[in-house]
């Protein structure tokens, strides 16, 4: 499985940005789906994660303010980021956990900037 993140770039204070991350391969028994971000200095940080009931978790820094959602004919997930700050400047990563064989296999996508800045 590859994922092949996009949509990043940059944005002013209160602007939006779409994330987009495609999987290709062999995409089945999807247990989690998730958007981290890391800035410069800090550690990665879960965003925001669709778990296998299909609920939606954000963290609280982003909430009312970024949706995560998939199109799962696509093979593709997405970031609808609105309402930016200057503080959600980083890398973006899109993760998603596989199951199989009664183990969990997890890919990650090779990141895409995001630079919130007048």
């Known amino acids: 499985v590859q994922l092949q993140a996009s949509g990043g770039g940059l944005v002013q204070p209160g602007g939006s940005l779409r994330l987009s991350c495609a999987a290709s391969?062999?995409?089945?028994?999807?247990?989690?789906i998730a958007w981290y971000r890391q800035a410069p200095g800090k550690q990665r940080e879960l965003v925001a994660a669709i778990p296998s009931d299909g609920s939606t978790n954000y963290a609280d820094s982003v909430k009312g303010r970024f949706t995560i959602s998939r199109d799962n004919a696509r093979n593709t997930m997405y970031l609808q980021m609105s309402s930016l700050k200057p503080e959600d400047t980083a890398v973006y990563y899109c993760?998603?956990?596989?199951?199989?064989?009664?183990?969990?296999?997890?890919?990650w996508g090779q990141g895409t900037q995001v630079t919130v800045s007048s």
């Open positions: 993760n998603v956990i596989l199951m199989g064989g009664g183990y969990e296999y997890t890919y």
């Open positions: 391969g062999v995409v089945i028994n999807i247990n989690t």
